[in-house]
């Protein structure tokens, strides 16, 4: 929704990828003859990682390739049987069997981290990690690195794309990191070295170094060396505890928790146990026991001002969390500072909730009447990756504007797609507690596996991550303020105007990807930093569906939208839609006809007197084509002429055809008023229609027209009601004044 979908403009490089595979498939099951040896496979990576060094200032575009998806290995690792490099067979998933590698070269890292690893047997070959993060979050070197061990279950066996042989691995729980103790290593492989007595305070004390040394990875790797050596209760408890802070370091907050001691009882006292738990509950929005356990710990420390802080930080998240309360100016100025955008905001679920519809498969309702421009979601970003727009590489947070094909699915987005995915994959691996709110999302066909864990640990498929962005990520810019005023600072009528661009930086909004497609839609959502506001554009009694729309039906054919939507496996049936199909295509020819002729009318006028007259006409007749009336069928192509001509009419001071002239720009989206002439009746929106950006103009010109009649009262509504356009397409009306007035 919103991305930047490229499917035509690299059709032919999805079909070219799409050969490849068809020809690497020709080979699966072979095992190749023509094998590299060791030191020729050392000497060109190495030469490569030598050669492959950034260079600045560069524009280049990378692409990910989506493999045929495969599913992750869900078999105990007892119930796995070793196996061999030279045992491989190209193009096959090994099931049943695991891997043990030694690296002998450092990483090189582009799409995955890569590095030359030997079995026992001194074969070797390329080993690619995929979805594993990026350097700034875990250097390359923290993954693998000389001597690093690794097990990789049920490999899977390729031809690469320079066409020589290796393994692909794209589920991250599909590799282990062994440690030194691991009755699996070979002998060959055993350190020589004699080490000193490895007692659990030996290692505790080398997991603080690591920490004071910000090794947060190597600080759990000791700390948990320690956890198993003989300790004490209290050795114990102060090792879990530091663990604790390594895993909040790592965005681990699960074990975080887990290693707090949480929950906690009335005579638990210690701090630092506390603070980390608050700290590990906060992360995972868990605001209202984040506030009992800040509570319990100023109760009893109750000079620790930095927890009184935290409390308050903590509180203002929860109040967010239940009541909606935001203060949105801010917002606005923070996620104008912050870069990456990513604001620690809660999300505020409203009187909404999730239902089977009669054919759509489930969608989002209200559970009470609301009006035009209540707030129905203002939710946070389960992730989001937000595009450096060539301002942020290297920059922690930002994400490279990469090209994702998946040749399988017949797919290609230009934008951060591929990051997306990687960090979505990481989180889920860190955080299985918060799996069920994603993977539980629309996936189309694709059938994951059941089982969440294996070995204790979590299960991550990949290539179900992959189908549920696909399906459910939006395009987001930082602020649908910015968008507003880039839609309507040009002025110029029918010119060549700006339209909304799909945008490169993307997420997932969990609750909001239950709502369903609706041209003709009855909400809209607006973005601040990687919130989505989610606000009603019209009224709905209890019980009716939300939708708004996937893609902007303005300014398209039939086609092309159901070409669109063809994404989700679906064709919108709206009035609008059922129109367009039973629409005759020399009516379509007349329409576009009389559009170029109106271009043109208000093109040649430049510096001279504008022939009011004939444009009237030229409206009036493209008006004629259209045979249901704009409240049930919208004209989605006739309000941006008339608001041109309205502004006409206030340049010549008329104020009668101005104000006429808004109450058509209105008509013609859909909109019913009553009231707007110079009778006693009250300037009143009876229902509202589709609400493009410019109507917030389009109200304050009739704010103008109503108060040069004299009409006060009327005046003051028009303002109102271009608040709430305001507020239905940014999200808030709180920074109104300051743009508007």
């Keep these: 929704m919103d991305v930047h979908n490229v499917d035509q403009e690299y059709a032919e490089l999805i079909e070219s990828q799409r050969q490849t595979m068809r020809q690497a498939q020709r080979r699966q099951g072979q095992r190749p003859r023509d094998r590299r040896s060791r030191d020729f496979t050392y000497t060109k990576f190495m030469m490569a990682l030598l050669s492959n060094r950034p260079k600045e200032n560069t524009n280049l575009i990378h692409s990910s390739i989506i493999p045929p998806a495969y599913p992750p290995c869900t078999t105990p690792m007892n119930d796995l049987r070793s196996t061999a490099i030279k045992n491989l067979q190209l193009e096959t998933h090994h099931r049943g069997t695991y891997l043990l590698l030694r690296s002998i070269t450092p990483p090189s890292r582009m799409t995955a981290i890569m590095a030359v690893m030997e079995d026992e047997s001194g074969d070797v070959l390329m080993v690619q990690l995929y979805q594993q993060d990026d350097e700034i979050k875990r250097p390359a070197t923290d993954v693998v690195n000389v001597g690093t061990i690794l097990l990789i279950k049920e490999p899977y066996f390729k031809v690469m794309a320079d066409g020589e042989y290796g393994l692909r691995v794209d589920h991250v729980s599909d590799v282990t990191h062994i440690q030194r103790d691991n009755a699996r290593i070979p002998e060959a492989w055993k350190s020589r070295s004699v080490e000193r007595e490895r007692s659990a305070e030996s290692l505790k004390a080398k997991g603080n170094n690591s920490m004071e040394n910000t090794k947060y990875w190597d600080a759990i790797t000791e700390y948990s060396d320690a956890l198993k050596c003989s300790a ?206 994603f993977t539980t999302l629309y996936h189309g066909t694709y059938e994951g596996v059941s089982a969440p864990k294996v070995d204790s640990e979590p299960i991550v ?58 041209c003709i839609s009855n909400a809209r959502r607006a973005f601040i930093g990687n919130l989505m506001i989610v606000r009603a554009s019209r009224d709905m009694e209890a019980g009716t569906e939300i939708t708004f729309g996937y893609h902007n039906p303005e300014g398209k054919s039939v086609k092309e939208l159901e070409k669109k939507l063809s994404h989700w496996g679906f064709v919108c049936g709206c009035a609008l839609c059922q129109d367009a199909r039973a629409t005759d295509a020399v009516v379509f020819t007349k329409r576009r006809k009389l559009m170029e002729d109106l271009k043109q009318v208000f093109k040649s006028s430049s510096g001279r007197r504008f022939p009011l007259e004939k444009a009237e006409r030229l409206l009036d007749a ?96 028009a303002k109102e009601y271009a608040k709430t356009v305001y507020k239905i397409v940014v999200g808030e009306n709180e920074t109104f004044e300051q743009n508007y007035d």
């Excluded at 987001?476 to 909304?500: A, D, K, M, W, Y």
């Design 622 to 717: 493209l008006n004629q084509t259209y045979t249901h009336s704009a409240e049930t069928v919208p004209r989605l192509s006739l309000w941006d002429p008339q608001l041109a001509l309205t502004r006409q009419y206030a340049a010549q001071n008329n104020a009668s055809k101005y104000l006429q002239s808004t109450v058509k720009v209105l008509n013609v989206l859909g909109y019913v008023v009553v009231g707007a002439d110079s009778s006693p009746t009250r300037f009143t929106v009876v229902r509202w229609g589709v609400p493009v950006d410019h109507l917030v103009e389009t109200f304050l010109h009739m704010r103008t027209a109503f108060a040069a009649m004299g009409l006060q009262e009327d005046s003051a509504r």
């Design 461 to 518: 498929d990949t290539f179900l991550v992959e189908r549920v962005i696909s399906l459910n990520s939006f395009g987001c810019p930082v602020s649908s303020l910015n968008t507003h005023f880039r839609l309507c600072g040009i002025q110029s009528p029918l010119s060549e105007r700006e339209t909304l661009k799909a945008h490169h930086s993307c997420g997932i909004w969990t609750h909001a990807s239950f709502i369903n497609h609706c």
């Design 232 to 437: 004490t209760a209290d050795q114990i408890d102060i090792i879990r505890r530091n663990r604790s802070l390594a895993f909040l370091k790592t965005k681990q907050f699960d074990a975080a928790l887990c290693d707090s001691g949480f929950p906690f009882s009335d005579s638990d006292h210690n701090q630092k146990a506390l603070f980390r738990a608050a700290d590990s509950l906060y992360n995972l929005d868990r605001f209202s026991e984040c506030c009992q356990v800040l509570e319990l710990l100023l109760t009893n420390f109750p000079h620790n001002s930095e927890a009184s802080m935290a409390l308050d930080r903590a509180q203002s998240r929860s109040l967010e969390q239940t009541a909606g309360v935001y203060k949105f100016k801010q917002l606005q100025a923070k996620a104008k500072k912050l870069h990456p955008p990513n604001l620690d905001h809660a999300t505020y679920i409203g009187p909404v909730e999730i239902r089977q519809t009669e054919s759509k498969g489930r969608g989002l309702f209200v559970t009470k009447p609301v009006q035009a421009g209540d707030l129905l979601l203002c939710e946070k970003a389960f992730c989001r990756a937000h595009a450096d727009e060539g301002k942020g590489v290297g920059i922690a947070g930002y994400s490279t504007i990469n090209l994702l094909i998946n040749p399988s699915a017949n797919q290609g987005f230009m934008g951060t797609q591929p990051d997306l995915i990687k960090l979505i994959v990481q989180k889920l691996y860190r955080n299985p507690s918060l799996a069920p709110a």
